[in-house]
């Protein structure tokens, strides 16, 4: 999974009790502060990003294909101490607490993207406006 790098990076994460979950929009789920790495690679950063949807499928109850649980938990025994396998962040007592929090920011992001839609075809309108006038 992780480069001999980010590996050694990653077991330096440390727990921070007072960490909270925040909805993420590129992997549809929900991190905690503590369990990111700012130095990940690039690569790494990317697999990580499928690591954190599969680990909101698992919180969630989605269901999800046997081999990815397997690789779920090989990853847990290679770095059991890293935040992101705390137990109580998949546990199924936080499920509507996070699918709601995901929902959530995709609808506002949407309304966002959709807003910003119409005032860039008002402002392309508002152009071809003035250039009829102008000329
Ligand atoms: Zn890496």
Known sequence: MFCKQCAALTRQLQHDPLAEP???LLTGSCIWTDERCRDWCSE???KVRELFHLRYQITVGDSVP???ITYFLELERWFPNWPFF???RRSPGIADKI???VRHNTKRTC???ERMDR???KREADQTQEHRTNG
């Open 22 to 24: 925040r909805a993420e």
């Open 44 to 46: 790494c950063t990317d």
């Open 66 to 68: 046997a081999e990815a």
């Open 86 to 88: 705390r137990p109580e």
């Open 99 to 101: 699918r709601r929090m």
């Open 111 to 113: 309304i966002a993207i």
């Open 119 to 121: 005032e860039y075809r």
